[in-house]
């Protein structure tokens, strides 16, 4: 009978058929099952990694949460990308006019009879001299010493103008009584008060007083913006400010045959120098050197003293000495042949000189700001040590934005305000620790603090947007005595921003 199961095929199964490997034979000598041109070899390797997803995640189940995150692809700007301070110009600039305005009818400029006028007060009067016109004008004068703020909203009307207020007219009569037929007086005052009151717009306006009287103007400014009209040779970064002096910003080096040492900025001086000199050509040009003076570079003898100052301005390394010589001449006393006009020193952010500065000493020791040249000269004049013979006016405003802590300046103007309204006196902390020279620098000054605007001062300027067409409202007295409540009881700063600049 034959055999079901195929003889070859036994014989097959009998050749393939091998005993397993001993554990001690390496891998590579035990014999391959496949063949040599076998394709199934691919299949014994380990799988492949799995594959990154490709940003589209699949969907997920019911009930079950995934996060899902999309790569965006960064935007390449294909413009022009600013130069370097470009926009901090554009931040800073001051904008004084501003053409959709409407023009107010009426409007009267400011003159020495309408500074000491109370029957303006409450009234907008505008400052004299068109924008661009002259160098000589006013608002351009006030431009080169930087009184305008970016803060102020000049550029919601038609041209700068002003508000007429009480302390207006009490500055007018002021500045008015000092140079008379007797002896030339030297006024010495700081406006303090909270956050805008206006302490920099009466500093604004005592500068533009002095402007229309003839006087020589040298303004420290709280704050600086790049200008056209300051010297080209003067970098924007380095143009003078109140906080410069003091923060380390600015090169200083020491003065020498000085004791105790003190140190002079010379980048800053020269700056200075420039903004005066921009400032008040027309009044410097007619005046020239009338002494001789001790100097380690030659001078022409009869120099006029803006020639004096430009030369200051061009070179710093010899602007400390230029300034000294500047000053000499303007403080010289009057004679009948030279003519000698008052000076306004004008200082806005009087905190920054009252403290310590960033610089230090060759010891490594913070200087004190009354250690600096151009400091220890201005507290000379602040403090009655020196008054100006020709007679004039410092004023000097705290700042309610931009000031350090100073504790020893608040006590000091605290005391000189409850002197002059007969109240308790405050006294000093024996917890805190207080500067002498402070002290000393404001001991005698008349302090004036700026409280808010009354309701018909505050009516009078609501009536001067109305008609610069900056609201749309009616102005009765009720929008007025609204105005006036939000605004904290008048204060200015508060007043223009619920009127003109919020909308609703």
């Not at 400011?110 to 109370?118: A, H, I, Q, S």
Request: proline share 7%; aromatic share 6%; with cysteine.
């Amino acid at each position: 009978m034959a055999a079901s199961t195929c003889y070859r095929c036994l014989l097959r199964a009998s050749s393939v058929s091998h005993k397993p490997p001993l554990a001690s034979t390496p891998s590579y000598l035990i014999p391959s099952t496949t063949s040599s041109f076998s394709t199934s070899a691919s299949l014994l390797l380990p799988a492949p990694p799995p594959k990154k997803s490709s940003g589209t995640a699949a969907i997920p189940k019911r009930g079950e949460k995934q996060l899902v995150l999309i790569k965006t692809k960064t935007r390449v700007s294909k413009g022009k990308p600013p130069n370097p301070g470009e926009r901090k110009a554009m931040r800073k600039r001051i904008v004084l006019s501003n053409t959709n305005a409407l023009e107010v009818t009426g409007m009267q400029d400011l003159n020495e009879d309408t500074m000491v006028d109370m029957r303006l007060r409450g009234q907008v009067i505008g400052l004299p001299g068109s924008l661009g016109a002259s160098t000589d004008s006013v608002v351009d004068q006030l431009r080169a010493v930087e009184a305008f703020k970016t803060t102020q909203g000049w550029g919601l009307f038609r041209r700068p103008g002003m508000l007429i207020r009480r302390e207006s007219v009490e500055l007018g009569k002021l500045l008015a009584g000092i140079v008379g037929e007797g002896e030339k007086k030297t006024i010495r005052r700081v406006y303090t008060g909270e956050k805008g009151n206006g302490k920099s717009m009466m500093l604004l306006q005592a500068m533009a007083m002095a402007y229309l009287k003839g006087w020589i103007v040298i303004s420290i400014p709280e704050g600086s913006y790049p200008s056209s009209h300051c010297h080209t040779s003067i970098p924007s970064n380095q143009l003078p400010k109140a906080h410069e002096l003091t923060i380390g910003t600015t090169s200083y080096s020491p003065l020498p045959n000085t004791s105790p040492t003190k140190y002079i900025q010379p980048n800053y001086l020269a700056s200075l120098l420039a903004r005066t000199v921009r400032a008040n050509r027309r009044l410097l040009s007619t005046l020239s050197l009338t002494r001789t003076h001790n100097l380690s570079f030659p001078l022409q003898s009869n120099i006029s003293l803006d020639r004096l100052a430009n030369l200051g301005a061009n070179d710093p390394d010899i602007a400390w000495p230029i300034f000294q010589t500047l000053w000499s001449e303007l403080t010289t006393p009057a004679s009948e042949t030279e003519k000698r006009p008052p000076i306004l020193l004008a200082m806005d952010g009087l905190g920054h000189f009252m403290r310590g500065t960033s610089y230090r000493d060759a010891d490594f020791n913070l200087i004190h700001a009354h250690d600096l040249a151009l400091v220890d000269h201005l507290m000379t004049y602040l403090s009655g040590t020196k008054t100006l013979p020709n007679g004039g006016a410092i004023f000097a405003a705290t700042s309610g934005s931009n000031t350090p802590s100073t504790p020893t300046l608040s006590l000091a103007l605290k005391q000189a305000e409850a002197r002059a309204a007969g109240t308790d006196i405050p006294q000093f902390s024996p917890f805190e620790t207080y500067d002498q020279r402070v002290l000393d620098a404001v001991k005698g000054v008349e302090v004036v603090k700026l409280g808010g605007l009354t309701r018909e001062e505050a009516r009078g300027l609501i009536e001067y947007y109305a008609a610069s067409g900056a609201i749309r409202q009616v102005v009765d007295e009720r929008l007025v005595s609204e105005k006036w409540t939000l605004a904290g009881g008048g204060i200015v700063g508060e007043l223009e921003k619920g009127t003109v600049r919020m909308r609703i």
